[in-house]
């Protein structure tokens, strides 16, 4: 073969925010404030910071390599610690505070933390955990000396950058190198370690602005919801340096009237975030009978984005919906479910029908389907199977954990995803469900996903999940937990009409229950293991 002659220069995270000063340097970036009020500043203010912080943990003592830990809301101050963190080679490692503490304490000792910085927010849970916390040498508040919590030992960011020099010279190293770690939720074992490489981070930003390139761009925002302590706010803040892409943190306030605030003041052209998010906004938008202005656009990942939901954002309120679909191990990005522009003339019903669907792979992933001995099954739209996924932006193993990774991949080096899908001739991704929540029916498997968006499309249903119950004849039967929209009152027989009308015989739910609320999990999305523990002694009326 022969070797082409151009240059191999690292592709390093240092580069993106160097581009973004300089550059992009009078884009603005805006956080609501953990202290309350908002924080105005550029790109290029935003490098200088991050060039003090880089300074100021190099002098703290931390070295390439080593694991710095963050306990934050969206805010500038996590942002500045992306960057300054990787930028000298160390670790960022984002943690989700609304882990167990069992799990929080397993992973800062896993990933041996040697420091952590925290929102104030955030001291009452430090403190509580702190004893078993072995490896972390400093704790660091993210605030300033006027808002510093009284306690012995804690430094204070601004006290800490501000003696430093906001001039830095990255050091250059391996692009292979580790830049990022973030656990995956854990709804079974220990919570496992996505460890991204600066590689790895920056070909995933390529690969989103390139596939969602309507958000993106200098004169467009995008406002986050998305926490940067999951998945790295699936990439935007990469995505956006390399775009000029103004971001705006909405800190610790994410109800839906203050996301509606926010966006409105600000003029957010898009929000990235889970389905139960925008239950919060859309609830918002509904009292006050309009969108906030400049929204265009809603970027719905993390789990299926229910049928109703899209019509409602695109029909009442002319915002457009794109429905994203990944993992913690994708970096996240692995499908994106914009339209081509055949499919952009259908009738409205027709659009809808193809947005709830995942979407077609990113450049730079690639799909494979298999059957249970493992067999690749074709991509008609009819064959379903595991999902299998490879690519730059991929996992090839967890960090410390042998038999996670030996699990994870098939002998010829693809990921598992533990998903069921479908993929259509023209590449178009359909999840059928997570496998461990496909219900097992007389032999057959029935989606709950299928089944909760034909629930959800009864305007008395503010949300709803699909569980499955054991029984001894057919091994599980589906039953819908649903939560009624406020002032509604749909009846059981309604709901079961309604399923009739689009399910056949054997998937409609053997019972409706009404709750006040579904569990919520760690990253925002409906916990359905939380759920069946709390459905452990529910008997299906058939066996009462
Ligand atoms: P996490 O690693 O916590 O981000 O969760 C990843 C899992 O969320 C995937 O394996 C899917 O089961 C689910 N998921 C993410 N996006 C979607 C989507 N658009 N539709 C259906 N499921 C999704």
């Known amino acids: 073969m022969l070797a082409g002659m151009m240059m191999n220069r690292p592709l390093l995270i240092s580069n993106l925010i160097d581009f973004a000063g300089e550059v992009y340097g009078t884009i603005p970036m805006v956080s609501q404030t953990v202290e309350g009020g908002i924080h105005r500043y550029t790109y290029s203010e935003s490098r200088k910071r991050i060039a003090k912080l880089a300074n100021a943990l190099i002098a703290m003592g931390i070295k390439p390599g080593d694991r710095v830990a963050t306990l934050a809301w969206n805010g500038y101050r996590h942002f500045e610690l992306y960057y300054a963190i990787s930028g000298i080679g160390a670790v960022c490692h984002t943690i989700n505070p609304r882990l167990s503490p069992e799990q929080f304490i397993y992973i800062v000792n896993h990933a041996e933390d040697t420091a952590l910085f925290f929102d104030t927010t955030f001291l009452p849970l430090v403190d509580k955990l702190k004893a078993h916390w072995k490896p972390i040498k400093h704790y660091v508040a993210m605030t300033d000396k006027a808002h510093m919590p009284d306690v012995p030992g804690l430094l204070c960011y601004e006290t800490l950058i501000e003696p430093a020099s906001d001039q830095i010279v990255w050091p250059e190293f391996a692009e292979t190198a580790a830049a ?34 309507m958000a993106f761009g200098a004169g467009r925002s995008i406002l986050p919801v998305v926490p940067l302590f999951h998945v790295n706010a699936w990439g935007l803040p990469y995505s956006s340096a390399i775009t000029g892409t103004s971001l705006i943190f909405p800190g610790p306030r994410l109800d839906g009237p203050s ?120 991509h008609d739209d009819i064959a379903s199977g595991e999902l299998f996924v490879r690519g730059n932006a991929i996992v090839s193993g967890y960090f410390k954990n042998e038999g996670a990774t030996s699990r994870a991949l098939d002998k010829d080096g693809w990921f598992g995803t533990g998903d069921v899908a479908r993929v259509a001739p023209n590449g178009m991704l359909t999840i059928v469900d997570r496998t ?92 359905k293991r939380d759920l069946r523990t709390k459905f452990t002694d529910y008997k299906l009326p058939d066996l009462k």
């Open 180 to 213: 990022a770690l973030c656990y995956t939720s854990g709804t079974t074992g220990d919570p496992k370690g996505a460890l991204y490489s600066h590689r790895s981070t920056v070909l995933h930003a390529l690969y989103s602005v390139s596939s969602i390139n």
């Open 436 to 527: 461990k929540d496909l219900v097992k029916s007389g032999g057959e498997w029935i989606s709950s996903i299928d089944v909760e968006n034909a629930a959800m499309a009864h305007p008395g249903l503010a949300n709803c999940a699909v569980i499955g119950i054991p029984h001894p004849k057919w091994t599980e039967r589906p039953v819908l937990v649903a939560v009624k929209a406020p002032g509604a009152n749909p009846t059981k027989e309604e709901i079961d009409k309604l399923l009739d009308s689009k399910l056949a015989k054997w998937q409609l739910p053997d019972d409706v229950i009404f709750v006040e609320s579904l569990p919520i999990g760690p990253t925002g999305k409906v916990s």
């Open 259 to 378: 996301l509606f605030e926010l966006m409105e003041l600000e003029h957010a052209s898009g929000s990235w975030g889970v389905p139960t998010v925008w239950m919060g906004l859309l609830a918002e938008m509904k009292k006050r009978g309009r969108k906030p202005v400049g929204l265009k656009h809603v970027l719905i990942g993390g789990s299926a984005a229910p049928k109703p939901m899209i019509e409602t954002f695109e029909k009442e309120y002319g915002v457009t919906v794109i429905q994203g679909w990944g993992m913690t191990e994708m970096s996240p990005l692995g499908t994106v479910g914009h339209l081509l522009p055949a499919e952009e003339d259908l009738d409205f019903n027709d659009r809808v029908e193809l947005k709830a669907k995942q979407g077609r792979r990113v450049y730079g992933v690639e799909l494979k389907l298999v059957d249970e001995e493992g067999n690749k099954l074709p």
